[in-house]
């Protein structure tokens, strides 16, 4: 049996003839830029994320970065993010200027720790940018609470995690202005590079709007500094398409989650994901931990079973922030989690023979240490 890492045919497959309607309406459209596709789109994912306002962009990266030139983040500012996300988070705060500002994440969670915000806030903090990993929320209420008890702005990085709960809530609501990717490979991915921003405040949402646009609401009439991010009309009408399959394909994953947490439960020295209290995961990746990660991985690969590492050098380790002066031992639990994770295939699609196989390889694996 062959288990790849990822596969779309689950998803695609049955929409395939919906699909390629679209696609021949936005090509007889002959309007291929900010048209009624995107904003077909804008309002129909605002109406499931719970939020007034979506701004669709060219990419997850692009949401967050516009959204704290939005917020007017800049030079002299500090941001406070995650030691343990996918760089992204921390390249949005480099492009306009400010200081990041790392904090460990709870080992149980892999996300934000809000008992850990406090120490990191200083006079010149102003936002702070939780990010949902793997598809689990991440604990808003005391986020939120926080940040409002100091004045401080948040920016919810939602890539990971579209249509996840914090106490019956949708992650992307909570924020002052949210991020989102539709990347792929995520669980509502276009057929190619998207994202958007959500939000509830008109004003925020407006400048937004602006921003993506060259910083222009009437064509040729600048009155800001903008960037050129836009969802593409044909990506806009791909996520309608997919848009009511989402909470279904979430729903898929979250069976697949309980299936390994059953089956894997004891198994070696394997520690699942712990879920924290009022939230609950879209399991964007189910990730384990081992001491024997890299003997795992590479005695899956000899099974045909895909594995991934989310992600090997937490973002203080690259190469692109080594002017920051941080070594080894400096964020030693985003160190941990990068040294012993190991994401199993999780995805609308994967059978249960299949789950069944990958469970049991994991199983003879460890039987045989
Ligand atoms: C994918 C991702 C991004 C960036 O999204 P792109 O669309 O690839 O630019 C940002 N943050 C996180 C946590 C992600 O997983």
Redesign the pocket.
């Known amino acids: 049996m062959r288990v790849p890492f990822l596969s779309f045919t689950g998803m695609h497959l049955p929409l395939r003839q919906a699909m390629l309607d679209k696609f021949e309406q936005f090509f007889d459209s002959n309007w291929f830029v900010l048209g009624q596709q995107v904003k077909d789109f804008e309002m129909e994912y605002a109406k499931y994320n719970g939020v007034e306002h979506t701004v669709g962009v060219a990419?997850?990266?692009?949401?967050?970065h516009i959204a704290l030139m939005a917020l007017e983040i800049g030079e002299g500012d500090e941001v406070i993010v995650p030691s343990n996300?996918?760089i992204?988070?921390w390249l949005?705060i480099s492009f306009v200027g400010a200081k990041v500002v790392p904090v460990e994440p709870r080992l149980d969670t892999y996300n934000l720790d809000p008992k850990r915000l406090e120490e990191k806030i200083t006079p010149r903090t102003k936002c702070i940018m939780p990010?949902?990993?793997y598809g689990q929320a991440c604990e808003m209420d005391a986020i939120m609470a926080i940040a409002n008890k100091h004045g401080i702005k948040v920016v919810e990085?939602n890539?990971?995690s579209q249509g996840a709960l914090c106490n019956g809530r949708k992650t992307g609501s909570f924020g002052h202005l949210n991020?989102t990717?539709?990347?792929p490979?995520?669980n509502f991915g276009a057929l190619g590079?998207?994202?958007a921003i959500t939000t509830n405040d008109a004003a925020l949402a407006k400048t937004c709007f602006t921003i993506r646009n060259y910083g222009s609401q009437k064509k040729y009439y600048n009155e800001r500094i903008g960037v050129n991010s836009r969802l593409d009309e044909c990506h806009a009408g791909f996520l309608s398409v997919k848009m009511p399959y989402l909470e279904g394909w979430n729903q898929a994953r979250r069976a697949i989650a309980q299936n390994y947490y059953k089956a894997l439960n004891g198994v070696g020295d394997l520690v699942l994901p712990v879920l924290a209290e009022g939230v609950d995961s879209v399991y964007?990746q189910f990730v384990v931990r081992t001491k024997h990660r890299d003997q795992l991985q590479a005695f899956l690969k000899t099974q045909e079973i895909g594995t991934l590492i989310h992600y090997p050098v937490p973002p203080h380790l690259q190469e692109a922030y080594s002017h920051l002066g941080y070594k080894k031992g400096d964020y030693p639990i985003a160190e941990e989690i990068a040294e012993t994770i190991l994401s199993l295939p999780i995805y609308p699609g994967l059978t249960e023979s299949q789950q069944d196989y990958v469970v049991a390889k994991i199983a003879e694996y460890f039987a045989s240490l």
Request: no cysteine.
């Open positions: 990419n997850g990266l692009e949401a967050l996300t996918y992204a988070t949005a990010v949902h990993l990085d890539a990971q991020g990717s539709f990347y490979g995520k590079d998207a994202g964007h």
